[in-house]
C-alpha cells in the first residue's frame, strides 16, 4: 500500500474539518445519482413502514399540543436531507389519512423537504409524484445548510419560513450522521479533544484516498460557549472512563434552531445509525469514508438526549440498541406529551422499522415457498411497499392457476394500494420495472383495460420497448379495437423486425381488418 504523504490538514477540530466540505461538494456533484445509484443508504428510511410509524408519532404529538394550535395556519413538518424525496412522499399519504379519521381532521399541515444541493429540490419540482402534493398546498421545498443554519425559502410560496405559529414537526433520517461532530477521548476521568490529522495520497485531495487520524489534547469541560453542551460533556467525564466518544454538535445545533423557529414547541424524530445506550459508549465511534466514498459517523444518540433534557425537553429512546437504525425522539412544549410516548411506543419501540427490517428481510427469502394468501399477507404487514411487491409477483403470478373472483378482487387491490405507494426513483435505480409487472397481472386476470393503463406507465418511466409495446397490442386486441391494435403491433416491428409473435398477430389482424 502506498503511503499516503500529502498532508491536508491536522489541529483541527473534526466539526471543523475539511471532510465535511468534501462530503458535500461529493453530495452536490451527483445530485440524485447519490441516491439513484445506492451511494447513499436509504432502503429502510424510505419505505412505507417506517412512514407509517413517524407518522403515527406525529400524530400524538399534534393531539398533545392540539390546544395550542392556530386553525388558520398549517402545522410545519420539516425534513432535513431529504434525499430522493421517497420517505417524504410516503410520511404525506400516511399522515393525511390519519388525520382524516381521527378528531383533528380539520389540522392543516405543510410539508417541507429540505436539502443543503439546490439540485435536488429541482429534481423535487419535476417529480410527477410530488406535483399533487404542491398542488394541493401540502408540500413545498428549501434549501437548508446544517452547518450555517440558513433560514429556509419555500420555493413554490416564495417566502421565507419564519414566524411560525403552530410546532413544528423536524424529520432527519440519515442526515445526523453526516453533518459535522467533534470527538472525545475520556482517560482516567480527564476529557481529551481529538484533533484531526489528515493525509491524502494525491496533491488533490479526495474523500477515498485520505488517512484520517486523531491527535488527543487535554482540555477544561468549559470548552463550547454553549453551558449545556459542557454539561453533557461534564456528565460523561465523570461516569465514563477510558473511552473515545462522538458528539453530534450539528445535530444539537439543528435541534435548538428549530426549536426557537418554533417557539419552543417542536418535535424531532431522528432515525440514524448510532445507538441511545450509555453502555455502548465505547463502542459509538465509527464511521468514516464508505465504499461509494460518502462520509458518515455514527450518532451519539445518547448525548442528543442529554443535551435535548439540559434544555427541558422530553426524551424518548429505544429500550435495547438496534441493529440498522435507531429511532429516538425528543419534544419541547407545555405538554406532558402523554400520547406522543404511547405512539413512540407502539411504533417504533415495541416493534419498529429496525426490527421489521430484519423480519422482512428473512420471509422475503422464503417468497418461493409461500401460498398467495401468505404472501399478500406480508405485502400488507409492509404498507404495500413497491420493492416487495415486485420481488414477489413471479410467485403471484405462478398462483393464478386456481384463481377465484374472490382472489382478482385482492389482486386489484395489491395493483392499486402498492402504486399510490410507489415512488419511482428513475430507469438505473428501481430495481425492476413495476408497472410492466402490474401490466402483465392484470392481463392475466382478465383486466385488459387497467392493464394498458400501466403499460403506458412502463413506457414513460423505463422508456419505449418492443415487450411493452406488444402488450398493449395484446389488450388492445382482446378489447376487440383491433386498428389500435395493429398500430401497436406495427410500433413493435419497427422496434424488433425479428419478433416473431407481432408478425404473426399482424396477419391475423390485418386479415380481421380487411373483412
Given amino acids: 500500500m502506498t503511503e499516503a504523504k500529502h498532508l491536508v490538514e491536522h489541529g483541527r477540530r473534526l466539526s471543523e474539518s475539511v471532510l465535511w466540505q468534501l462530503q458535500r461538494d461529493l453530495y452536490d456533484s451527483r445530485g440524485i445519482q447519490s441516491w439513484a445509484h445506492g451511494s447513499v443508504p436509504q432502503t429502510i428510511t424510505t419505505t412505507p413502514f417506517i412512514a407509517r410509524a413517524y407518522a403515527k408519532v406525529a400524530l400524538g404529538f399534534v393531539r398533545d399540543i392540539a390546544a395550542q394550535v392556530d386553525p388558520d395556519e398549517p402545522i410545519y413538518v420539516v425534513e432535513l436531507g431529504a434525499g430522493s424525496g421517497r420517505f417524504g412522499y410516503r410520511f404525506c399519504l400516511h399522515f393525511a389519512d390519519l388525520l382524516e379519521r381521527s378528531p383533528l381532521q380539520h389540522t392543516t399541515f405543510k410539508y417541507v423537504m429540505t436539502d443543503v444541493s439546490p439540485g435536488l429540490v429541482e429534481y423535487w419540482q419535476a417529480h410527477p409524484k410530488l406535483q399533487s402534493l404542491v398542488a394541493s398546498g401540502v408540500m413545498d421545498f428549501g434549501v437548508f445548510d446544517a ?30 450522521d453526516s453533518v459535522p461532530h467533534d470527538s472525545f477521548t475520556i482517560r482516567e476521568h480527564e476529557l481529551y479533544e481529538n484533533l484531526v490529522r489528515i493525509t491524502s495520497d494525491t496533491p488533490d485531495a479526495q474523500l477515498g484516498g485520505l488517512n484520517v487520524t486523531f491527535e488527543p489534547n487535554a482540555i477544561t469541560t468549559e470548552y463550547y460557549p454553549e453551558p449545556a453542551r459542557n454539561r453533557v460533556l461534564e456528565e460523561y467525564r465523570q461516569h465514563l472512563d477510558n473511552v473515545m466518544l462522538l458528539f453530534p454538535v450539528a445535530g444539537m445545533a439543528c435541534v435548538r434552531h428549530f426549536k426557537a423557529l418554533a417557539q419552543d414547541q417542536l418535535l424531532v424524530i431522528a432515525g440514524d445509525i448510532g445507538s441511545a445506550q450509555e453502555y455502548d459508549m465505547g463502542d459509538s465511534a465509527a464511521g468514516g469514508v464508505g465504499a461509494e466514498h460518502n462520509f458518515w459517523l455514527e450518532v451519539n444518540f445518547h448525548a442528543l438526549g442529554g443535551y435535548v433534557r439540559e434544555l427541558g425537553g422530553h426524551v424518548w429512546h429505544p429500550p435495547f440498541r438496534h441493529a440498522n437504525l435507531n429511532i429516538s425522539t425528543f419534544a419541547f412544549g407545555r405538554s406532558e406529551f402523554a400520547e406522543t410516548a404511547l405512539a ?5 419501540a415495541r416493534l419498529g422499522p429496525d ?22 399477507a406480508f405485502l400488507r404487514t409492509t404498507g404495500w411497499d413497491s420493492d416487495y411487491c415486485l420481488q414477489m409477483l413471479p410467485f403471484l403470478m405462478d398462483s393464478l392457476v386456481d384463481m377465484s373472483w374472490v382472489g382478482r378482487q385482492d389482486l386489484r387491490r395489491v395493483v392499486e394500494e402498492t402504486w399510490r405507494m410507489y415512488y419511482p426513483l428513475g430507469h438505473d435505480a428501481d430495481p425492476g420495472d413495476l408497472a410492466f409487472g402490474f401490466g402483465v397481472l392484470l392481463y392475466t386476470i382478465g383486466e385488459p383495460a387497467a392493464a394498458i393503463e400501466y403499460f403506458h406507465y412502463s413506457l414513460d418511466l423505463f422508456g419505449v420497448d418492443a415487450r411493452t409495446t406488444f402488450n398493449i397490442a395484446l389488450c388492445l386486441y382482446r378489447l376487440e379495437r383491433l386498428a389500435e391494435a395493429l398500430e401497436w403491433v406495427d410500433r413493435t416491428l419497427e422496434l424488433d423486425p425479428d419478433a416473431e409473435q407481432a408478425s404473426e398477430m399482424r396477419a391475423t389482424l390485418s386479415q380481421s381488418l380487411s373483412r
Fill in 344 to 348: 413512540y411506543d407502539d411504533a417504533v
Fill in 147 to 176: 452547518i450555517q443554519l440558513n433560514e429556509i425559502t419555500l420555493v413554490n410560496a416564495r417566502r421565507p419560513l419564519r414566524d411560525i405559529r403552530n410546532p413544528i414537526i423536524l424529520l432527519a433520517n440519515y442526515f445526523f
Fill in 355 to 376: 426490527d421489521f427490517f430484519i423480519d422482512a428481510r428473512v420471509i422475503s427469502n422464503q417468497f418461493k415457498e409461500m401460498s398467495r394468501g401468505e404472501l399478500l
